[in-house]
């Protein structure tokens, strides 16, 4: 029960927010036994969603999305799409026709991928080229394929054996670059430049100037080191009444929730245009009293199981990369609680007032009531966590509705 309840918790946020919007199309292909294998060897012209606990191989073309969730996972046909994988060790050795995410304990990338590649895990490989930007957060990181753009990385050690079309971004314990870099090298920790170009400017932050090596190197631009400095304070002791602080900081909260109001209604519209249905599934689970009540219960709960969820990876073997991603999860969906909240919060005001509009008006409403809400000391922060239990909850309702819906729909294949 606590492993499915984490599987909807996790993948439910990820694809709420990260999986492309709206009604999804796809074959669904799962397996029914933990020791099944999946292998798709025929075309498929649609997106393509595989789930199981065994080997899954995928060596015919997929022209759309491929979404994958299991344990050992091989990719060797051609995507047209996006690629997002969820498993415990992936290997993908085909051309991809968009971004690549995968979330593993090991990762080999060999194939070509025509954008991005986001990759997190214990071990990762990339020996094939990536048009775009790499961004990834491991343990171990070998880049050897060729990167058109940026690389960023927060790993324990990162390795980089060939050309980076701009910049390198490691927030790494130890950074070892053996190639050429055509833009800037900024790095913290240990830093080794292994008889390598760089083009650009080369920083390192670090207290310990020893763990700097660079004198094979070819540095082009600036080369400077610095430690780890705090750039101003943030707050001044001053011998002023609780009241008067407690006013200043209302006014000073209240001009950034209404600067904020501005991105956070963008944020509520580009989720009316690109995820109507999902958007609309989630409002469902939040229309009357009864349907807010369970959608707290849910979020309420949803948190002391992910905090226990963040305290078994921090003391697994990969489970800083896998925490890393969690922390990032929880960041993106809160990210979304204002809009919708102030949808909804809109769409029971307006009519009060005998207007039927359901879109921008409502979301603007909506919006510039919780951020005044918010900005109440105490009051304001309580305010605030229900609200983010009722969206989250309701979020992972609507996700679980999707789940069960795909169930019936499902095309089993077993070898």
């Given at each position: 029960m606590l492993r499915r309840f984490f599987t909807v918790l996790t993948g439910g946020l990820f694809l709420f927010i990260v999986f492309p919007f709206g009604n999804v199309d796809a074959l669904v292909i799962e397996s029914v036994k933990d020791d099944t294998q999946i292998v798709v060897t025929n075309d498929v012209d649609d997106d393509l969603l595989l789930k199981g606990e065994g080997m899954i191989t995928?060596?015919?073309?997929?022209?759309?999305?491929?979404?994958?969730?299991?344990?050992?996972?091989?990719v060797t046909g051609d995507v047209e799409g996006n690629v997002y994988i969820?498993?415990?060790?992936?290997?993908?050795?085909?051309?991809?026709?968009?971004?690549?995410?995968?979330i593993s304990g090991t990762t080999f990338?060999?194939?070509?991928?025509?954008?991005?590649?986001?990759?997190?895990?214990?071990?990762?490989?990339?020996?094939?080229?990536?048009?775009?930007?790499?961004?990834?957060?491991?343990?171990?990181v070998y880049v050897q394929g060729e990167v058109g753009d940026d690389i960023r990385a927060?790993?324990?050690?990162?390795?980089?054996?060939?050309?980076?079309?701009?910049?390198?971004?490691?927030?790494?314990?130890?950074?070892?670059?053996?190639?050429?870099?055509?833009?800037?090298?900024?790095?913290t920790g240990a830093t080794d430049l292994q008889d390598s170009i760089v083009e650009g400017d080369f920083v390192a932050y670090t207290d310990k100037n020893d763990v700097v090596k660079y004198s094979e190197s070819t540095i082009q631009g600036e080369r400077s080191i610095k430690g780890y400095e705090q750039f101003g304070e943030f707050f001044k002791t001053n011998n002023t009444s609780i009241t008067s602080t407690l006013i200043e900081d209302i006014w000073t909260k209240t001009f950034w929730s209404m600067f904020q109001c501005v991105g956070?209604?963008?944020?509520?519209?580009?989720?009316?245009?690109?995820?109507?249905v999902r958007l609309e599934n989630t409002l469902a689970k939040m229309n009357d009293t009864q349907e807010v009540l369970k959608s707290f219960l849910i979020g309420f709960f949803a948190f002391p199981v992910g905090i226990f969820i963040v305290i078994f990876l921090a003391l697994s073997i990969i489970g800083w990369p896998i925490l890393k991603v969690i922390v990032l999860l929880a960041l993106l969906s809160t990210s979304v609680v204002t809009p919708i909240s102030g949808i909804i919060l809109g769409r029971k005001i307006l009519p009060l007032i005998g207007s039927k509009r359901r879109y921008v008006v409502p979301?603007?409403?909506?919006?510039?009531?919780?951020?005044?809400?918010?900005?109440?000391?105490?009051?304001?922060?309580?305010?605030?966590?229900?609200?983010?239990?009722?969206?989250?909850?309701?979020?992972?309702?609507?996700?679980?509705?999707?789940?069960?819906?795909?169930?019936?729909?499902?095309v089993k294949v077993t070898k």
């Open positions: 995928v060596d015919g073309d997929v022209n759309g999305d491929l979404i994958i969730l299991g344990e050992t996972v091989k969820f498993g415990s060790t992936v290997t993908i050795e085909s051309i991809v026709g968009k971004s690549v995410y995968v990338l060999n194939g070509e991928v025509y954008r991005d590649v986001y990759l997190m895990g214990g071990s990762v490989h990339l020996s094939g080229p990536v048009k775009e930007d790499v961004i990834i957060a491991g343990g171990d927060f790993t324990g050690t990162m390795r980089v054996n060939t050309t980076v079309g701009g910049d390198i971004v490691s927030a790494s314990g130890n950074t070892i670059i053996g190639g050429t870099v055509q833009g800037s090298v900024i790095s956070t209604v963008i944020l509520g519209y580009l989720l009316f245009k690109f995820a109507p979301l603007t409403l909506g919006v510039v009531i919780i951020q005044i809400i918010s900005t109440i000391p105490i009051l304001g922060w309580f305010f605030y966590q229900s609200v983010v239990f009722v969206v989250i909850g309701a979020m992972l309702r609507m996700q679980w509705g999707k789940y069960q819906i795909a169930q019936k729909m499902t």
